[in-house]
């Protein structure tokens, strides 16, 4: 079952500009994690927040999370061609125990 | 270099054949998981281990089963392969610790069951 859901489902940008994808997700959690994942290559993580932690930051990676709206944001500024790939959300339910995947952002940055 | 070492890249396989996936870690992660990957379903839990031995099933179990004899090694197995298992299979481990810290993943299986 998938408890996150990223928004837009692809996304084509120019090199130079930033790239925003969105999560949100059903039940309250423990921490939000954002991954990537190069074509037909495995998942590589990039950012964890905790729902105590509103903004973090990774190099040129933006997250916030919002849980009273049961979202997040994972901004990449300045996007370069090798920031194409799919980005996915996972969450860990409050009560659970497993990493939950939404379906990903593909995105696409044209040098 | 940390990693996890999936044992195939391409791999395909016969309908009924008895199909073993292996997935090594050399980080000394408790956790151990084996997701595949569908187009529009995402990444779904097949099976996942918290410690050796030891094994809890995920979301979409049937047709597979696993087996985590060492720490280090965690083995997805299909026990009579079919065409809908057609897919890329990925193993990831943690750290102990439920999904507190980030998983790291394996490159992938993309298996073929024709």
């Known amino acids: 079952s998938q408890q996150g859901e990223e928004d837009p489902q692809a996304l084509s940008i120019q090199e130079g500009e930033n790239a925003t994808m969105n999560c949100s997700y059903k039940?309250?959690?423990?921490?939000l994690q954002w991954y990537r994942q190069n074509s037909g290559r495995g998942l590589v993580h990039l950012i964890l927040?905790?729902?105590?932690?509103r903004e973090k930051h990774s190099g040129r990676l933006r997250v916030t999370l919002d849980t009273s709206k049961k979202s997040s944001s994972l901004l990449i500024t300045a996007s370069r061609a090798a920031d194409t790939a799919s980005y996915f959300c996972?969450?860990?339910?409050?009560?659970?125990?497993?990493?939950?995947f939404g379906a990903g952002t593909i995105l696409r940055v044209k040098s | 270099d940390v990693k996890v070492t999936q044992s195939s890249r391409y791999l395909v396989k016969r309908t009924g054949e008895k199909v073993f996936l292996e997935c090594v870690q050399d980080?000394?992660?408790?956790?151990m998981f084996w997701y595949r990957q569908d187009p529009g379903l995402g990444l779904r839990l097949i099976y996942f281990?918290?410690?050796?031995?030891?094994?809890e099933k995920g979301d979409i179990p049937e047709g597979y089963s696993v087996s985590r004899e060492k720490k280090e090694r965690f083995s997805l197995i299909l026990e009579s392969a079919s065409t809908n298992q057609t897919s890329m299979y990925l193993c990831?481990?943690?750290?102990?610790?439920?999904?507190?810290?980030?998983?790291?993943f394996g490159s992938g299986t993309r298996l073929t069951v024709v």
């Open positions: 990831a481990s943690s750290r102990e610790g439920w999904a507190t810290y980030g998983y790291t």
């Open positions: 927040i905790r729902s105590n932690e």
């Open positions: 980080m000394d992660h408790e956790n």
């Open positions: 996972a969450t860990v339910p409050r009560y659970g125990n497993k990493l939950v």
């Open positions: 281990s918290y410690d050796v031995k030891m094994k």
């Open positions: 039940t309250s959690i423990n921490n």
